[in-house]
């Protein structure tokens, strides 16, 4: 044992006096700080209190409405108001209407204008009053049959339906209030998905939502209110679904098996959590919080790969090529406590930088963003709900990460003792590397007889698919569900640990076995 | 009595078809400099590598200490210290750091033998530097003191003197016959400078094209066991030159050697340059030179003769033909 430590002692010296772990070091410091800098400066609404109190002051309800007349005079910039064909002209001149029904409603009531609720309802209103317009105008514009369906097709079916829905609307909108607009939506449910139980469940799913009086976050929040709409589409297909015994919400007629109840019951059990409790993880800010530790992480988790598969990957071709070897094999240990001591250390630096990682994400976010309770996770399981904070959760997530390095250690090393050249070694495992990444994509859809054949390939990555699925891992109940489609993650691991096995052996054998 | 540090039996190494080492058979004892000679890929290096652990013997073995390296591969590798071809450390760490992990590996933690090794090699004062920064003759005395930490019975060293300037080797020959006669080491040198060779060791193995040819004792080691065994040591007779004889008639070596009675004509025999070699005691040489002088035959001088290492070399070797 003792001689182990004096082994690894000597081979973590090695790879902590390497510039390129300074360089990755810097990389993992900078990349997620950089990027949740970038992110946070494209958020609009910061305020992620959810309080009615924090309503905007009036200089930030003028920028939060002035960025949607700014999106909307830049969309119908793409649209040439000469073009002949119905669909432009609709564009066209829906945005127009739009435009000028906001910056009426800026200057009458700028609190309304500001929500976006109320610009997505303005939106719908000039799109009706451009389909009537250009409807009543159809002969004069030269329209043919085809056009002038579509501009029925838009108008609802008729004229009359048209008029109708622009009444309604309007009364909405004089109205102002988000119940109003939730009412309105109630209405209109039919164009989702028909029946009067899909309109019972949404009613169920938005009378769970905290009101108007109790939390504020998503009147100004164009992502709470996009995030919230969505929300409660999903509890109603999913009870819905239930009721009727097939996948309403991915539009499939099959029978639902019991694994699948189970799972659309997970589900409305993660959003009852969610729409009762909406006002921190809906917000914008949350959104773009989580969205750079996805980004942040996958940047980090490239960096970790390459510098461990340079690292690795030229751990014992560069002391055969420099002939530092022979001071170790000299020495009184076997060849191959040799190779298990730079596996070690390898390993070890690698799930030191991986933690560094992590942190680093965990601390830019913190800075960046502010507490991070928004980005909480709730993950039903089997009937079990469990919320979990966002720093346990990057740990799994993180941890997973871990499992990739580990494999391109293992791949990266034992490539590196059997070609013995530093670029070659270096060369195969990052052409292999990137390789992988792009056969992923391209395999992400085949059936299983086809992701049978590249098995090796897909399953390289197999912690990728872990991470994808973190939230079965997590209650360590069921592992033998599917990260991958066809592929079971108990199977995955069984696979990526013959693999490990496979790669040690074989690193090993060249070590031990071959002259120097 | 010396014991045999390094034993290797029937040694055999093959590279595709070519025998690098064939057959080789020899021991290095304790308190003895022995040293490896042989033309460029004679299987020197090969021989060396295969004690060292770097390569695999096809047949035979190797004993270390006692030990086999096969079987007791840990305590047979505990004795030896060397360096092979060229000192190879690692050049992002100072030579101090490089002893340090190297020493780690043999359980040592005494700061002070790393001290002490240091000033033995003459590297105390730049012990702090990166090595990617040294010499190569800095390297070579920073490889010698990585070699001799752990205190090995068994040090072997190839081509040592490769880089160091006179001073240094002196000092290496001076550290070397140290070591050897004093502490007791066995060392094992190869080189191609068979000068130094001979100032330096006390045995001698001549290795050609994987074969060993011949095992001599060398220098100090040679005259002192010849005259201890039967005082007989090798004379050169020199006759007096023709240009010294200020025109008299002087008798040629043939001549000379007529002139001595039939037994001795045997054990005398003609050199290069007017002169008779023979190895004698001393009762003998003062016998040969009182029949020369009775016959009248002129002499110049008496020289204590030894065949130099590199005749024993080309000799056995068959040098000085073209390399092909």
Known sequence: ?????????????????????????????????????????SVTYTDNSGSVSQTPDQSQLQELAQVHLDELAEQQSWYDPAASDVYTQLEYKANELAQTALQSLMD????????????????????????????????????????QLSLLNEMGGSEVAAEQTLTQLGQVLTDGSFEAYRDYLLETSGSVVSGADYQAALAE?????????????????????????????????????????YDVLNGTEQPLRAQERQSFQ??????????????????????????????????????????????????????????????LIISPTRRYKIYLAKLGALLLISLALAVFSWLVRLISLRIVFGPLSGLTQVIAHNGSLHVWNYWQYTALDAGLGYLTLAVIVFFALAVSTVTRR????????????????????????????????????????????????????????????????????????????????LLLWMGLDSFCRRDI | MSEDILKLNHLTKQF?????????????????????????????TTTIKMVMGFLFEDTGHIEIGGYDLRHQYGKAMAQVGGIVENPEMYGQFS???????????????????????????????????KVKRYSLGMKQRVGLAQALVHRPRLLILDEPTNGLDPDGIHQLRDLLKNLA??????????????AEMQMMCDRVGIINQGRLLDVRLVGQAAAGEAGGAAGIRPYRIELLPPEAARGQAVPTAQEALAALPEGWRNLVHIAKGQALEAELDPQQLQELLGMLLAAGIPLSQVLYSSRSLEDLYFSVTGGGQALA
């Open chain 1, 108 to 147: 009458s009531r700028l609190d309304l204008a500001a929500r976006p609720y109320i610009q997505d309802l303005l939106d719908q209103q000039a799109r009706l009053q451009a389909a009537l317009t250009l409807a009543q105008n159809s002969q004069a514009q030269g329209f043919s049959e085809s056009d």
């Open chain 1, 422 to 501: 530093t670029a070659v070694a270096v060369g195969l495992t990052l052409g292999s590397y990137f390789g992988l990444m792009v056969t992923e994509s391209v395999l992400a859809n085949f059936g299983w007889k086809e992701a049978f054949r590249f098995l090796p390939l897909m399953n390289l990555d197999f912690s990728t698919r872990l991470l994808s699925d973190a939230s079965r891992l997590m209650t360590l109940k069921q592992f033998g569900s599917t990260p991958q489609v066809n592929i079971s993650v108990g199977f995955s691991a069984l696979y990526v640990l013959i693999l490990a096995g």
């Open chain 2, 16 to 44: 595709g078809r070519r025998k690098a080492v064939d057959d080789l058979t020899l021991s290095v004892r304790s308190g003895e400099i022995f040293g490896f000679l042989g033309p460029n890929g004679a299987g020197k």
């Open chain 2, 95 to 129: 030579g101090r750091q490089n002893l340090e992990m190297y020493a780690r590996l043999h359980g040592l933690k005494d700061r002070r033998r790393i001290d002490e090794v240091v000033r033995l090699v003459g590297m105390d004062k730049r012990i702090n530097e």
């Open chain 2, 181 to 194: 006669h004093q502490e007791g080491v066995a060392v094992m040198v190869s080189s191609h400078q068979l």
């Open chain 1, 205 to 245: 799913a938005w009378a769970m939502v905290p009101t108007e009086d109790q939390q504020a976050a998503w009147l100004y929040d164009s992502s709470a209110y996009t995030t919230l709409r969505s929300l409660t589409e999903q509890y109603a297909a999913a009870e819905v679904s239930m009721a009727r015994g």
């Open chain 1, 266 to 327: 997970d589900l409305l059990l993660e959003l009852r959590y969610e729409l009762k409790n909406p006002a921190a993880s809906v917000t914008e800010l949350a959104q773009a919080a989580n969205n750079s530790d996805s980004v942040a992480k996958q940047l980090n988790l490239i960096i970790l790969c390459i510098g461990i598969l340079i690292a690795a990957g030229s751990f014992v071709s560069q002391e055969m090529e420099t002939g530092s070897i022979k001071s």
């Open chain 1, 1 to 41: 044992m003792r001689k182990y430590l004096a082994l690894f002692k000597n081979e973590w010296m090695k790879l902590s006096h390497r510039a390129l772990l300074i360089v990755g070091i810097v990389a993992l410091l900078v990349v997620p700080p950089l990027v949740a800098v970038s992110m946070r400066s």
